[in-house]
């Protein structure tokens, strides 16, 4: 445990000292203002990117720039400040139209509307600008319209291949879909960033219709810091997805939804999904009003497919293999969450399929507090065919609900530590 987290201090030092950082004398500078209502402002933006994105300095003023088709930010040993919004025009037809996209992201098949690559880059959106991504429209039309995975939803912001980037002080207000991803990248931090998914439609009151608005999904990356988020949405806070290694989270409020996620994974027979060296700290769950948001799931949760293929991704899959390890998670507050700590090896489960073959082990939970739904406290289901070794526990201090005695489960648990009390091997929730 301690040698992990030297090791994930160490090299959160040596990504921060970022020329583009500075306050520099460009030689390039762009500087854009919005157009004005019913103007397209896609093509200024492009052309800004173009001439600035390298070498240079590209400033947004103030208000909201309309953004009408995909674009990407092709960014090298260049600054972005973004004082305004990128609005993306909620015309949902001609998004879900694949051409219109980006599938860059692998897993899952998932659609991009904007993608920023490159290196060496900084952008600030000064907690005044980010992202509009017009969402409530969508989220009326998928109340009848099913949901799968790859059907074309936008992510609102997509960093792909990039190595030494900063993203600070951005705002995502009111994403379709996953609010970020970031995939095939390293050296990224994100320091501040607020995600908002709140449905605001009084005929929708009470239920969750903002579903896969997560606040970020993490793929084939090394070297990830997320630090300083608020994440408001009805899917995973964060989702830590397959091949994400050395990650480092701190202070993040996650408000309704299901919690931060670890997973899916295993979701592909042919590719292993191996993430290890996660370190988490300060982190609050909060749960909502319920007419607007009736979801808070757990703090943390781990989640893999089981060892029978039921179907293809993006929708279906399972009997990958991998193996998930070394995961700290420090100092979290809970507020009514339905289950504070769980994991699970039956996502997309069938009767009578084969158990996970997919291995998670040396996962630490210290300073947990505040209060649980159910009596479930903890909750480890791991998989007979891959038991858990090495589940630490300290300072777990859950409150169940008023007159309930607290259940701790621990199915095929090998090595658990420092739970109150004793972790129950043949208990179920
Ligand atoms: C965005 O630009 C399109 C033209 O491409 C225009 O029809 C639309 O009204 C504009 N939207 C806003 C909010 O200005
Ligand atoms: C997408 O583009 C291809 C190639 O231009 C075209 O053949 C196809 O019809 C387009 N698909 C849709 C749904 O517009
Ligand atoms: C999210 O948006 C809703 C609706 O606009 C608003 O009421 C709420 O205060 C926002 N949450 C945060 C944390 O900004
Ligand atoms: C934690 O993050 C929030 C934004 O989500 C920020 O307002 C707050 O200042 C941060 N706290 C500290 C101690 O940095
Ligand atoms: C993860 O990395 C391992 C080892 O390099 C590789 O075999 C596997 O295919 C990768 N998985 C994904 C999802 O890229
Ligand atoms: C995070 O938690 C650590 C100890 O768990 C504490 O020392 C630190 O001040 C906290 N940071 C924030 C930003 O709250
Ligand atoms: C916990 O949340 C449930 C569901 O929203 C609610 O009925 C209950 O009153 C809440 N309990 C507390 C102690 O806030
Ligand atoms: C269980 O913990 C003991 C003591 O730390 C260690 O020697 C043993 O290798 C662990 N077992 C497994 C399966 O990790
Ligand atoms: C469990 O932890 C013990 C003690 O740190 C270590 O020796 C062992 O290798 C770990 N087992 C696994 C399977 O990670
Ligand atoms: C463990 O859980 C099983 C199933 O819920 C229950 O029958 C049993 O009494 C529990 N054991 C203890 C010691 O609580």
Redesign the pocket.
């Known amino acids: ?1 301690f040698a992990a987290r030297w090791v994930l201090v160490s090299f959160v030092l040596q990504v921060l000292p970022l020329h583009v950082l500075a306050a520099t004398t460009w030689s390039k500078v762009c500087t854009l203002t919005p157009l004005g209502a019913g103007q397209d402002d896609t093509d200024q933006v492009e052309a800004a990117i173009a001439q600035c994105g390298e070498n240079g300095l590209t400033v947004f003023d103030a208000g909201d720039f309309n953004i009408t088709r995909k674009m990407t930010w092709n960014l090298a040993s260049a600054r972005v400040e973004l004082h305004g919004y990128l609005n993306f025009q909620p015309d949902i037809q001609y998004w879900l139209n694949a051409n219109n996209t980006y599938r860059v992201v692998y897993i899952q098949d998932q659609a991009s509307w904007f993608v920023v690559t490159g290196h060496d880059f900084h952008i600030d959106a000064f907690n005044t600008g980010g992202i509009n991504g017009n969402g409530q429209p969508w989220w009326n039309y998928y109340t009848t319209v099913p949901r799968l995975d790859g059907d074309g939803r936008p992510l609102s912001l997509t960093v792909y291949q990039a190595t030494r980037g900063r993203i600070s002080n951005f705002h995502i207000e009111s994403p379709p879909f996953w609010c970020n991803a970031v995939a095939e990248s390293q050296d990224i931090i994100y320091d501040g960033m607020v995600c908002n998914a709140t449905n605001t439609n009084p005929e929708f009151y009470g239920q969750n219709i903002v579903p896969n608005t997560d606040g970020i999904d993490t793929y084939r990356s090394d070297k990830i810091t997320l630090l300083n988020w608020d994440v408001t949405c009805g899917d995973d806070c964060l989702a830590i997805k397959g091949n994400t290694t050395n990650l480092v989270v701190n202070n993040v409020t996650c408000r309704g939804g299901n919690g931060i996620a670890f997973g899916s994974l295993g979701q592909y027979v042919d590719l292993n999904d191996d993430v290890e060296n996660v370190l988490m700290e300060n982190l609050s769950m909060v749960r909502l009003d319920p007419s607007i948001q009736p979801n808070m799931g757990s703090g943390v949760y781990f989640k893999s497919f089981d060892a029978t293929v039921n179907g293809a991704p993006p929708t279906g899959g399972g009997g990958g293999g991998g193996y998930l ?1 070394n995961v700290v998670v420090r100092n979290v507050k809970l507020d009514n969450v339905t289950t504070p700590i769980h994991l699970y090896q039956t996502n997309d489960a069938q009767p009578g399929d084969a158990p996970s073959k997919y291995q998670f ?2 996962l630490t939970f210290i300073g947990f507090s505040g209060t649980a739904q159910t009596n479930t406290i903890v909750d480890l289901a791991c998989s007979p065919a891959a038991p858990c ?2 589940m630490s526990f300290s300072d777990i201090d859950i409150a169940p609900p008023s007159g309930e005695a607290p259940k701790y489960i621990c199915q095929n648990v ?2 658990e530590t420092g739970l109150p009390a004793p972790c129950n091997a043949t208990g179920t929730d």
């Open positions: 445990m390890k082990s040396d070794p090495n090998i090595n």
